[in-house]
């Protein structure tokens, strides 16, 4: 988070997480066809020559005034496949709140436990607060062999957090599991500071 | 919403950054020397996370919302390579040579990250000082505390602000507003 009392400005980080090819930058590549151009930036991605994310994807948010202030809301994700770790780390430096987005295919299971896993694990490393709001989204759910819902939340062990359903690549969830967590992360700003 | 007064009446984020007008006056008039003495063709201050505090120089054509993503996202990466090899050091500095233009891009204390692009006629010594030198004042300057009469305004102008009972709501009727179907 920072403020700019100056400019009277409030940028706040998003981070999309989770296991390779679950559908982060398909998140932010809905985000950036729905939302209105003059109120956000170019997606960034840095991509392999497979069309893969190397580092991340970066989109930028700006939400007009909001009493008095002008909230700018810097939306990442990171390198899902396995070998990019050190790369998830730094990309979650300085998150104010996180979305979870896990595969739904029921062949991967292992896959989002193990991301989830490796995510509370920098979390912790990186000191960032137990209490970052965080969003579970359970993509590609139109999937023939998509895991139960229950099932799904339980083998993660989202413990109360919010958990959304998504089909990414259709948009559907995309905006949602959005507003969701700016509204975390928003009630966070309010509790830090006081 | 009611915020509680700490610190003298002075309202404080447990992580992240603040910056008070106080700070950005300072800021700009750092920027403003260090891009008159080398001279720079660009400056960009961004934080870690890489959310624009101050540019200056020839910026028009650039997105800086975007590079500021990048300055971020290279430091942090130069940073690892270098604690991975075992080379970390404070305030490290990266510098890539052009064919018409020099970058440097350099840490300036734990919260912000400094670019500053030259011309190839800047020599690099020259450049390489006086960013380093600047990095250390931009860093000094984010730590310093502001005094207590803006630390009061501040507190009156955070509790209006972001003491709004409504503001998750008000947040997402800006979102619903951004969307298109």
């Known amino acids: ?194 | 919403m009611k915020f509680q007064q700490s610190n003298g009446g002075h309202y404080s984020l447990r992580s992240g950054m603040t910056i008070y007008p106080s700070q950005d006056k300072l800021i700009s008039e750092t920027l403003t020397d260090l891009k008159q003495k080398l001279p720079a063709h660009l400056i960009v201050l961004v934080d870690v996370t890489g959310q624009v505090v101050s540019a200056q120089g020839d910026k028009n054509n650039i997105d800086l919302v975007s590079l500021g993503s990048l300055i971020a996202g290279d430091l942090a990466a130069s940073q690892e390579i270098a604690r991975l090899t075992g080379q970390y050091q404070d305030n490290q500095l990266v510098l890539r040579e052009g064919q018409n233009f020099h970058t440097f891009i350099i840490e300036a204390g734990i919260h912000l990250a400094l670019l500053v692009q030259v011309a190839d006629s800047v020599p690099l010594g020259w450049g390489r000082m006086l960013t380093v030198k600047a990095a250390h004042r931009l860093a000094e300057i984010a730590e310093q505390q502001p005094e207590e009469v803006e630390k009061s305004k501040t507190a009156q102008e955070t509790e209006a602000m972001l003491g709004e009972e409504a503001l998750s709501d008000l947040f997402t009727d800006a979102l619903d507003d951004l969307w298109m179907e």
Not at chain 1, 97 to 102: D, E, I, L, S
Not at chain 1, 131 to 136: A, M
Request: charged content about 20%.
């Open chain 1, 1 to 194: 988070m920072f403020i700019n009392w100056q400019l009277r400005e409030l940028n706040l980080k998003v981070v999309y997480y989770g296991p390779a090819l679950s559908g982060k930058t398909t998140n932010l590549e809905q985000i950036h066809q729905h939302t209105n151009p003059k109120q956000r930036g170019e997606l960034v991605s840095l991509k392999t020559r497979e069309d893969r994310t190397l580092y991340f994807d970066f989109l930028q948010l700006e939400l007009g005034k909001i009493s008095g202030l002008t909230p700018k809301i810097h939306l990442y994700t990171v390198p899902g496949q396995s070998y990019y770790e050190a790369s998830r780390k730094l990309v979650l430096r300085g998150a104010d709140g996180v979305v979870f987005v896990a595969d739904s295919n029921k062949n991967r299971v292992h896959d989002n436990v193990e991301s989830w896993e490796n995510m509370k694990a920098h979390l912790i490393s990186l000191n960032i607060p137990s209490d970052l709001p965080l969003i579970v989204q359970l993509n590609k759910r139109d999937l023939p062999n998509a895991i139960d819902v229950t099932e799904l939340s339980q083998t993660l062990g989202v413990n109360g957090h919010p958990v959304f359903e998504a089909v990414a690549v259709q948009g559907k969830g995309v905006f949602n599991t959005l507003k969701a967590i700016i509204n975390g992360v928003v009630r966070r700003v309010q509790r830090e500071m006081a």
